[in-house]
């Protein structure tokens, strides 16, 4: 930089050599002139970085984002007035149950609203597999009725004489 730039500029300037620039106030000597070839290198270093880093980046970054949603992205739920995403079907802080909001017609929720149907149908098969076997569990505990496949309901094998 000092050996390549700083003569080009100091030949526009009329001084090849800025470290030779200095003053003197009360007999001390303040080197400005080392002062601006360390500022000039520093400035042209950062143009170098901004012209062949920053901007490509930029560039390529502004190509690459999407869209900005319109609107708001949040919203407030409804039992704690804390901020939930628009689309959150549960508060992450109070953990109320809240339905998500759509604000392009519910478009984007239709997958999710039959999956939590689908999730609703076999809990509730479920549920009624867990009341049948708890009630027959509860039965047999009372003796009310004779537990399938148990030792009651065998015959003592016969045996034949000869």
Known sequence: MKDLLT???GAVGGVPDFSAL???VNGSRFLIGDFINALLSF???AAVVYWAVILPVNTL???MKGETPVGP??????RCLSKIPQAARGCAFCTADVEPVSTDGATHLAPVARARERTRKLDESAD???KD???STRDELKGTARPTGSSVDRQP???EEP
């Open 73 to 78: 992205t949040t919203r407030e739920c409804p």
């Open 133 to 135: 076997a708890l009630k």
């Open 61 to 63: 970054m502004e190509r």
């Open 157 to 159: 094998a016969q045996l």
């Open 43 to 45: 400035l042209m270093i």
């Open 128 to 130: 009624d597999e867990l």
């Open 7 to 9: 003569p080009l500029l």
């Open 22 to 24: 200095f003053f003197t």
